[in-house]
């Protein structure tokens, strides 16, 4: 009997134990699903199946993904959302919803609807065949008939309400329509154009938000003036910064200025308007600024230019296996001129979980 008691406190103990420790952190989480639309930083490989340019299908893109098979991620490996997903103990990847392999069962636990080089503003996908964002809506509303031709009415209502979304839109509008030498295509004022970016994502925002979504995470933009392609314009035309790589000040001033109004004037009247949804800002400007000013606190050595090729301007088909990549991506923050690499990802994906991730999901 002694030994019995003995042993039975002993489990009682290790249980009391075993409760005390840290809660992993899936199991924190209640997201079904998680759902993406906006550019090329959350295109798992949508452009491959759209006949579009600018596309990564191709090596070195994808070099260092589990198969090393390029599978049209503009990186090296992993994107945020695919970290997202990890993180939430949903799947490994987010899959693109135009991947042929993608089965009705994947879509429950969501998609990337993204499309490298899409913007918010028609023009911006004019330049390109890419998936616009009506488009990309468009298609939503198509996997969410599947889905409820899956699971039934109900069910498919309680995924999609419990689905983390997330818009990652803009930075392509500012490059090609705000920035582009030698002129600029827009005829508004820095500030006038913003708020026209602005109030077409509030539309994007209206109407996930009436065809179910809840849980709505909207990205601000990075500090363009620090990308290695904005960087090497100021090196090649006249700028403050001629013949130095340092980022242009007064492009991050814009990119602040953009997620101020998002931040807030855009999304709090959503917030109190589209009534039973949470809508959260994801700051990217503050980690990617502090990644590139701060290199050695992530294990960077390399901030101001790419690994592919020169890393001053290889961006899609620019960057493709006939130039020279660097041997340690994990040292530098951009994987090309525009995008970052997985490393970098990875600290962006971070940032969400300890940010925003517990507003949304509580």
Same mark, same amino acid.
Not at 97 to 125: C, E, I, M, V
Not at 193 to 203: A, C, H, P, R
Not at 244 to 256: F, G, K, L, V, W
């Given at each position: 009997m002694a030994s019995s008691s003995a042993t039975s406190f002993v489990l009682i103990l290790s249980f009391a134990c075993y409760l005390s420790l840290p809660i992993p952190i899936t199991a924190s989480y209640n997201i079904s699903a998680v759902f993406a639309f906006g550019d090329s930083t959350a295109d798992a490989g949508n452009n491959n199946h759209v006949n579009s340019f600018f596309s990564s299908d191709h090596l070195p893109y994808g070099r260092d993904l589990p198969s090393h098979v390029p599978r049209g991620r503009f990186s090296n490996g992993k994107l945020s959302t695919d970290y997202l997903v990890d993180i939430l103990g949903i799947k490994d990847f987010l899959p693109a919803?135009?991947?042929?392999?993608?089965?009705?069962?994947?879509?429950? !636990?969501?998609?990337?609807?993204?499309?490298?080089?899409?913007?918010?503003?028609?023009? /911006?996908? +004019?330049?390109?065949?890419?998936? *616009?964002?009506? !488009?990309?809506?468009?298609?939503?509303?198509?996997?969410?008939?599947?889905?409820?031709?899956?699971?039934?009415?109900?069910?498919?209502?309680?995924?999609?309400?419990? +689905?983390?979304?997330?818009?990652? +839109?803009? /930075?392509? *509008?500012?490059?090609?329509?705000?920035?582009?030498?030698? /002129?600029?295509?827009?005829?508004?004022?820095?500030?006038?154009?913003? *708020?026209?970016?602005?109030?077409?994502?509030?539309?994007?925002?209206?109407?996930?938000?009436?065809?179910? +979504?809840?849980?709505?995470?909207? !990205?601000?933009?990075?500090?363009?003036? =620090?990308?290695?392609?904005?960087? !090497?314009?100021?090196?090649?035309?006249?700028?403050?910064?001629?013949?130095?790589?340092? =980022?242009?000040?007064?492009?991050?001033?814009?990119?602040?200025a953009y997620n101020s109004k998002l931040n807030s004037q855009i999304l709090p009247p959503l917030q109190t308007r589209l009534r039973g949804a949470k809508i959260g800002y994801l700051n990217i400007y503050k980690p990617i600024l502090d990644m590139a000013t701060n290199p050695a606190k992530y294990g960077f050595n390399q901030t101001h230019q790419g690994c592919c090729g020169t890393g001053l301007l290889e961006i899609g088909p620019l960057c493709n296996v006939l130039v020279p990549v660097c041997l340690h991506s994990s040292k530098y923050l951009f994987w090309d001129a525009v995008h970052l690499t997985q490393a970098g990802y990875s600290v962006l994906a971070d940032y969400f979980g300890k940010t925003l991730l517990t507003y949304l999901i509580n």
């Open positions: 919803y135009l991947d042929p392999k993608l089965t009705d069962n994947d879509l429950l !636990t969501g998609a990337s609807f993204a499309s490298g080089g899409s913007g918010l503003d028609k023009r /911006t996908t +004019a330049l390109t065949p890419v998936l *616009d964002l009506p !488009t990309q809506l468009d298609l939503f509303e198509q996997a969410f008939k599947r889905i409820r031709k899956l699971v039934g009415e109900e069910k498919a209502r309680v995924i999609v309400e419990n +689905a983390l979304f997330v818009i990652s +839109a803009g /930075t392509n *509008d500012m490059l090609y329509n705000a920035y582009s030498f030698p /002129t600029r295509v827009i005829e508004l004022t820095m500030s006038g154009y913003q *708020d026209f970016l602005l109030k077409n994502l509030e539309s994007v925002v209206e109407k996930l938000y009436r065809v179910g +979504a809840r849980k709505i995470a909207v !990205t601000g933009l990075p500090p363009i003036g =620090c990308l290695p392609i904005q960087i !090497t314009v100021d090196n090649i035309f006249p700028s403050p910064h001629w013949l130095r790589r340092e =980022c242009n000040d007064d492009q991050n001033r814009d990119s602040q």
